[in-house]
Every structure is written in structure tokens, then in C-alpha cells.
């Protein structure tokens, strides 16, 4: 249900995008004895037969989710606009929340950080009063936090700084009744996050190995696997070796102890039950540098690890392009007989991580090398999987073109079970 492309913005002639849901926002008289102070609104998208009773009462207020579903026709074409005013405004009211935030991800074009959360405010206010559809979404929002330490003081820095952006986008059309309906259902969400990390917070600390924040780790061993990607192991900086318990697929986050260094998520790549923790960080950039820098001994910060990528009950078949390998290689390791088929792109064989790891698994795989065989198209690749469309899940990951046009070819071969673990800001549409 997320969207992948965004309604087209109103023109200059229109500014409060008020042609695109005529009277919603605009302001209005306020009668003593009205029967509801957005009664206007919602009969505008579901209009109330003339003979239907109408609730009577000075006092009575209408639940914020109809203010809320009433004027998203309006607020849609400007939410863009909206979060591009957000994120700037909250970095200088806020600076301590840069923290949390890759700052490459602020300056790419298209900006998948504000468009997840573009398609994010704009599912929850479509869905607000069936939020049980937003399971899924909620838990990939929850555990990506989880990774970052967010705590329940944060979420009122998000409400004071996107609220203060919608009524500097919409202006006037913002009345004080929408302004506050807008409110309570950032707060109802805010609420609603904040019960499930901490659910979260607490199963990470429980299981075998666990803890609680961010914890010192060092760095026990350090492989080159490629040129450019290194596997590198961690064990905790004190204490006795125990086991780490966690889910096939989680990431680990990192936090390197390097002046400007922010938060990286990274698969685990080791097995649960481990006495260590494994990631593999491909050299792209700043942070991924600084961990390629590290030498035995050297110690970094480490979150428990999260996420919601993980094998199903089904055979699973397995695909990948470049370091998006690394969740297949943590499959592979933690559950080889769930693995049915493992496909892999790469530019060669010698850019491939985890290569042999394959060979010698003995699970039937299927290597293709854009070197010698150029770039596969979707419907190729999904011909070698063929005889799997009908029993097996499906998990991809890759970069974003790759994970899109593949996921939709598997679709059009009448495949339902398609997982994606996608790389940098969920949720983006890319």
C-alpha cells in the first residue's frame, strides 16, 4: 500500500492545494451550536443524507481520524513539500537528532530518506482508522529504530517540528481544529511506536548474548573477501564469550568512534549462537571506510540486532546482487536446508562475496557475471527459478532497480511470496 509516486503538486495559482478537495481546508466561522466542528469536512468526502439525525452538542468534538482521512486529499500534493520543510527545520531546532540520520541520505536525488517518510505520513493518515493494516510497515519503522537507541523523549521533537512544517506548507488553510486533529494523530502514532520498540528494547536485552543501548565490542579478526568488502568479527570488549542469540537476516548497528561518524546498519553475517557477531561493510564511504580502517583490537559501539527480514516456513530461493548478498550469506549459514536455489549478480567472479561459501555449501546456485554476460534482464533471470515459482518464498536483495525489476517479474510469474531487504531508507517507493 505504500506509494510510489507522489500526487502532482498543485500550481502557484492554487497554494494551499485546496483544488484538489474544495472547502476542506478552508477557514471557516465557528458556531456556538454546531453540531460537530468538522461535520463540513467529512460530509465533503462522505456526505450525510439531508434525513439522517444529526448529533447535537456545543462540546462535542469528532474523532481526530475524520479530520484526519477529511483533509488528506488536500494535504497529499503538499506532503512533499511539507517534509522538505521538516527535515532542514528539525536539524536546527534539533541538532542532536542528526545523530540518527546518514547525512548522504539528506543530499541524494531522489531523497528515498524524505520520500519514505512522505509515503510513510501519507499511508498512516490514509489507514488511520484501520492502523492494523500498517502491521508490517510499523515493525520495519520499529526495528530500524530499535537499531538507532530512538526513545519515547525523541517522538515529541518529531510532533513540534512536522507540525509546525504543515501549517508553514498549507498556511491559513490550516484552522485550529485541523491543526489540532493533525496533532493527535501524530501523537496516536508516536504512542503506538513507542510501545512496540520498547517491546523490542526488552527482547533484545532477554535473549542469550543480549544487552540493552549500545555496547563495546572489538574487533577479534578482519577478512578481505573483495577488493572493496571486508568481513569483520566482533566480540564483546569485557566480559566472559557467551552466545548471541538473534534471527537469520537482522542487522547489526554500528556506531564507529570517528568525529562525524553516524549510525550504519550492517547484515550479521555470522551464525546465531556465535560467541561474536560478523558483518561485511562494502568501501562506498565515509563510515564504511572508517570500519575498512580498523584493526585487531580497535573497538566500536554495537546495537543488538534487529530486523524483520527472516526465512519463512517455505523453501526459500535466494537473490542477490553485489554486497546484497549479505542476508543470503546468513541464510545460507544459519538454515543451508531451507535454501533451495541461491542466484547471484556480480561483476565477476573475484567482486563476488562469499563466493565460495556457496560452492561449498552444496546448495544449487546460479552465478551470473555482468563482466562476461552483461546485465541479465529480470524475465532471464527468473527463467532459471522456474521450477520454484509455485513452492518456494523468495527474498531479493540488491540495489533498488534490480530488487524492483526482479520482484516484478516474479509477480507476473504468479509468484506471492516475494521478501525484499532493501538497502538504504525503507518505504522510499524506490
Known amino acids: 500500500f505504500w506509494p510510489k509516486s507522489r500526487p502532482k503538486a498543485s500550481g502557484p495559482t492554487d497554494p494551499a492545494g485546496l483544488a484538489s478537495a474544495p472547502g476542506l481546508l478552508?477557514?471557516?466561522?465557528?458556531?456556538?451550536?454546531?453540531?460537530?466542528?468538522f461535520h463540513e469536512l467529512i460530509k465533503a468526502t462522505a456526505p450525510v443524507p439531508a434525513e439522517a439525525p444529526q448529533p447535537v452538542g456545543a462540546a462535542m468534538r469528532c474523532p481526530f481520524h475524520e479530520i484526519v482521512k477529511a483533509t488528506v486529499p488536500a494535504v497529499a500534493p503538499r506532503a512533499r513539500e511539507i517534509v522538505d520543510d521538516f527535515y532542514p527545520r528539525m536539524f536546527a531546532n534539533n541538532p542532536e537528532t542528526k545523530a540518527f540520520f546518514n547525512p548522504a541520505n539528506q543530499f541524494e536525488?531522489?531523497?528515498?530518506?524524505?520520500?519514505a517518510l512522505t509515503n510513510a505520513v501519507l499511508a498512516y493518515a490514509s489507514n488511520i482508522d484501520q492502523v492494523d493494516k500498517l502491521a508490517d510497515a510499523v515493525a520495519i519503522i520499529t526495528h530500524k529504530h530499535a537499531g538507532l537507541g530512538v526513545q519515547a523523549e525523541h517522538y515529541p521533537i518529531v510532533h513540534k517540528n512536522l507540525l509546525a512544517s504543515i501549517a508553514h506548507v498549507m498556511g491559513d488553510a490550516v484552522t485550529p481544529e485541523?491543526?489540532?486533529?493533525?496533532?493527535?494523530?501524530?501523537?496516536?502514532?508516536?504512542?503506538i511506536l513507542i510501545g512496540e520498540e520498547k517491546k523490542l528494547y526488552g527482547m533484545a536485552e532477554a535473549r542469550s548474548g543480549g544487552w540493552a543501548g549500545v555496547k563495546d565490542f572489538k574487533v577479534s579478526a578482519k577478512r578481505a573477501l573483495t577488493q572493496d568488502c571486508a568481513e569483520l568479527t566482533f566480540v564483546p570488549a569485557e566480559g566472559p564469550a557467551v552466545s548471541i542469540d538473534f534471527t537469520p537476516g537482522q542487522f547489526l548497528t554500528v556506531h564507529v568512534k570517528k568525529a562525524g561518524a553516524t549510525p550504519r546498519h550492517y547484515t550479521v553475517t555470522s551464525a546465531p549462537g556465535c560467541p561474536y557477531l560478523q558483518c561485511c561493510p562494502k568501501k562506498i564511504g565515509f563510515v564504511s571506510g572508517a570500519l575498512h580502517d580498523l584493526e585487531e583490537g580497535d573497538v566500536v559501539g554495537l546495537s543488538p540486532p534487529f530486523g524483520v527480514f527472516a526465512l519463512t516456513e517455505k523453501p526459500a530461493v535466494l537473490i542477490s546482487a553485489g554486497i546484497g548478498v549479505t542476508p543470503m550469506k546468513a541464510f545460507l549459514q544459519a538454515c543451508p536446508e531451507k535454501v533451495a536455489l541461491a542466484v547471484h549478480v556480480d561483476k565477476a567472479p573475484e567482486t563476488h562475496p562469499f563466493r565460495q561459501e556457496f560452492l561449498d555449501s552444496g546448495v544449487k546456485t546460479h552465478f551470473h557475471y555482468t563482466s562476461r554476460d552483461g546485465r541479465p534482464a529480470a524475465a532471464e533471470l527468473v527463467e532459471h527459478?522456474?521450477?520454484h515459482l509455485g513452492d518456494c518464498a523468495f527474498f531479493l536483495c540488491g540495489p533498488s532497480g534490480f530488487v524492483s525489476s526482479v520482484s516484478d517479474a516474479l509477480r507476473?510469474?504468479?509468484?506471492e511470496d516475494v521478501y525484499i531487504d532493501a538497502f538504504g531508507p525503507t518505504m522510499s517507493g524506490q
Do not use: D, T
Not at 109 to 115: A, F, G, I, K
Not at 412 to 415: C, D, E, L
Open 109 to 115: 536525488e531522489p531523497n528515498r530518506q524524505r520520500m
Open 26 to 37: 478552508r477557514p471557516r466561522p465557528v458556531a456556538v451550536a454546531m453540531s460537530c466542528p
Open 385 to 387: 527459478m522456474k521450477g
Open 412 to 415: 507476473q510469474g504468479g509468484v
Open 178 to 191: 485541523i491543526g489540532e486533529g493533525w496533532s493527535e494523530a501524530v501523537l496516536a502514532l508516536a504512542k
